[in-house]
């Protein structure tokens, strides 16, 4: 941090708040709020006479409220800038006349009630998101009394607690009597792999913590009892499993089962009970002190970062990135990347490798000063744009600026779009061209697939990432699924207009399947929600027309779903088998009928 503080070519921006971000990939607009610090950061030596003279006493955030700290304080030893902040709610002295003791006591005389919040717009050509984890709070568990019990303590607050720098510099000591305890139990996955307290998924970093905790109490006071209570022991990592045979040398004893509740009992002390899955009998443990492992929750600003990025996020609320194997540090949006705990759990170590991933992917990115842009992006036809706004709503990049009431045309940013094709299928005037996609190049592939015997195909639109590749793999795996099946590639599945579905039925399609990824894993963010809506829309039309809704089909697959691919295939084949050369013929009257009925509306 000290580091980042001193590079001539970082801008470190801190009590900072992101309010807004605009723009695109290596033109991005970052609106920022910078909150008065009431001291000037530069004159400021960091001599402390303020903090000894501050007569308001609070918890100090940064040691869990183990200590205290004044509301003129620097929040953590190594904080960069190097120099006191002054919380103004606590303090008294906004209004000279009651304190102002700290301004007083200032020989530099830094401090300066007058300061207000700025506000600041910073240019930037991409965007690393570190926005780290919030803790699991524990209140919710307390069946283990952290609300309760003194005794009680997260495994962060146990970390300040034996920390040199912490409230009892480094004495392993019970909150409740400041003596050493002779025993002390950890309860794992608190707040983790949880359907009903916490996340459901693993919080990675809990079982080597523990572990580390372990050893940093038997290396100091090997005489202390320590039991951890688990589920598994997942120590995966380079050296973990050794660290767990270490620990269990030292004699830490891991006994497979989670309490079910802790009770106090005398002098203190806790009393839990659990079923021990080894031997499946019920133990009660006495002990001195209880930690509980917390795991990791995604942080609470998260959300908001989302709308101001249009970032896609996992169900347990961590940010989603664009593909998991090839591109684990992008963003589905171009010059976003992650790092560490913003986009899943995870280690120092993993940390770091994932933000020296993202530094490097950003750098590439910008180093050029000019970006290559994909050639798949789409353009309006000013002639037809009635600037009715639909495209710009439905584009998850935001690429599509329209002004409703000066009724200019769409005009798209070709750096932003990232080729979804959800405009062009939704323009209700197709005033929209997806370049490599286009209309007529789509609806000639329909044409030619339909030449021959039309009542023996299937036609199937597969999007480019889940489930044309998902077909790919049925193939490459030697899986057999009916020769009719014929495959029209989209980049997405939110590219497939209504129209090309009326065409393939117009021309002879017993059946037709729609395909894509499953949602949360569409790669133009949530492009496919308007797939959904779109075919649950044309269903509802083919009802009214009297053709068969059944007959179109909506399917998510994604790329290692082969199986799944060539099964629904054979489900498709047997919807097809349903279909009479009657009920062909009847459809493609209707539809016929229909267009007919719209050039008459158009020309009238
Ligand atoms: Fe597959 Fe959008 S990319 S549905």
């Not at 090997?222 to 499993?241: C, L, N, S």
Request: glycine share 6%; hydrophobic share 35%; proline share 5%.
């Amino acid at each position: 941090m000290t580091d980042v503080g001193r590079h001539p070519r970082i801008k470190l921006h801190t009590l900072t708040e992101v309010v807004d971000v605009k723009g695109y990939v290596g033109n991005f607009q970052v609106k920022l709020l910078k909150k008065a610090r009431y001291v000037d950061e530069k004159e400021c030596t960091f001599c402390g006479d303020c903090v000894e003279v501050c007569p308001v006493v609070r918890p100090d955030e940064f040691n869990l409220g183990l200590s205290s700290r004044r509301a003129i304080y620097s929040p953590f030893p190594q904080a960069v800038p190097a120099s006191y902040v002054v919380n103004i709610n606590e303090c008294l002295g906004h209004n000279p006349s009651v304190c102002a003791k700290c301004v007083e006591a200032c020989e530099k005389k830094c401090i300066n009630f007058h300061m207000s919040d700025e506000e600041i717009v910073e240019k930037v050509g991409s965007i690393i998101v570190a926005t780290g984890f919030a803790p699991y709070d524990p209140k919710e568990v307390d069946e283990y009394g952290y609300t309760r019990f003194e005794n009680v303590l997260t495994s962060l607050e146990f970390e300040r607690l034996v920390n040199a720098g912490g409230p009892s510099q480094g004495k392993l000591i019970r909150p409740t009597d400041m003596k050493p305890p002779k025993s002390i139990g950890f309860i794992q996955c608190v707040g983790s792999r949880s359907a009903i307290k916490g996340g459901e998924y693993c919080s990675n970093t809990c079982c080597m913590n523990t572990i580390k905790s372990t050893l940093v109490i038997k290396e100091h006071s090997p005489d202390i009892e320590v039991k951890v209570f688990h589920i598994d022991i997942r120590a995966f990592g380079k050296g973990f499993e050794e660290l767990y045979k270490r620990s269990r040398r030292l004699g830490v004893k891991y006994i497979r089962g989670l309490p079910g509740t802790a009770e106090e009992i005398e002098n203190k002390s806790l009393r839990i009970a659990i079923e021990n899955t080894v031997t499946g009998k019920i133990e009660f443990h006495e002990l001195d002190m209880l930690v509980l492992a917390i795991g990791i929750r995604p942080e609470k600003g998260n959300r908001k970062l989302q709308e101001m990025l249009g970032l896609q996020m996992t169900p347990d609320g961590f940010f989603l990135e664009a593909h998991p194997k090839l591109q684990p540090v992008d963003a589905a949006t171009r010059g976003i990347f992650f790092a560490g705990c913003a986009e899943s759990p995870k280690d120092i170590r993993d940390s770091v490798t994932q933000a020296s991933a993202a530094a490097a992917r950003a750098i590439r990115l910008m180093h050029k000063g000019e970006i290559v842009t994909e050639p798949i992006t789409s353009e309006i036809i000013i002639e037809k744009c009635t600037s009715c706004g639909k495209c710009a709503e439905v584009c998850p990049y935001n690429a599509i600026t329209v002004d409703k009431n000066k009724k200019t045309p769409a005009s798209v940013n070709s750096a932003a779009c990232a080729g979804c094709g959800t405009c062009a299928a939704e323009c209700p005037f197709d005033a929209i061209t997806m370049n490599h996609f286009t209309d007529d190049q789509i609806i000639n592939q329909i044409d030619a697939m339909f030449e021959n015997k039309p009542d023996t195909k299937i036609l199937v639109f597969a999007c480019n990432w889940c489930s044309y590749a998902g077909a790919d793999y049925a193939g490459v795996s030697r899986l057999q699924y009916p020769s009719n099946v014929r495959l029209i590639r989209t980049m997405c599945s939110g590219r497939v207009d209504e129209k090309f579905i009326w065409e393939g039925f117009e021309r002879g399609a017993p059946v037709i399947l729609v395909s894509g990824c499953h949602f949360g894993d569409c790669h133009y963010i949530d492009a496919n929600h308007w797939t959904e809506k779109r075919i649950h829309k044309v269903r509802n039309k083919m009802e009214k027309l009297g053709i068969r809704p059944e007959r179109l089909q909506l399917k998510w697959i994604s790329a290692a779903e082969g199986i799944i691919f060539a099964k629904f295939m054979g489900t498709m084949e047997a919807l097809r088998q349903q279909v009479s050369q009657e009920e062909i013929n009847e459809t493609i009257e209707i539809l016929k009928n229909r267009k007919r009925k719209m050039i008459d509306k158009n020309t009238a």
